[in-house]
């Protein structure tokens, strides 16, 4: 069964940093890409970053190129999202999941960011 459990996320203040995490269990994390999404209050989930199964290619949304950065550690089956430079609008709650996503989400994890 696939298990996907994120974790990190807080209250920081504009220009801050957070690092998310992501515990997966239930698949074969090291052959798959996988991906952070995030939904805002009000707003439909949308795509943050990928990287493949290997580590070596990632893409990023534009809102979050420059500022994040997506990581992997297919030892110990996790997944990491570096939050830099944080501004209010990186307020929601963020998920992890393969790319493409699967069926099976995560609880996510919140992140808020506000003065």
């Known amino acids: 069964q696939v298990q996907l459990v994120e974790s990190g996320g807080g209250f920081v203040q504009p220009g801050g940093s957070l690092r998310l995490s992501c515990a997966t269990s239930g698949f074969t994390f090291s052959s798959y890409t996988m991906s952070w999404f995030r939904q805002a209050p009000g707003k439909g989930r949308e795509f943050v970053a990928r990287?493949?199964?290997?580590?070596?290619?990632?893409v990023y949304a534009d809102s979050v190129k420059g500022r994040f950065t997506i990581s992997r550690d297919s030892a110990k089956n996790t997944l990491y999202l570096q939050m830099n430079s944080l501004k209010p609008e990186d307020t929601a709650i963020y998920y992890c999941?393969?790319?493409?996503?699967?069926?099976?989400w995560g609880q996510g994890t919140q992140v808020t960011v506000s003065s």
């Open positions: 990287i493949d199964y290997s580590g070596d290619n990632t």
């Open positions: 999941n393969t790319y493409p996503p699967g069926a099976r």
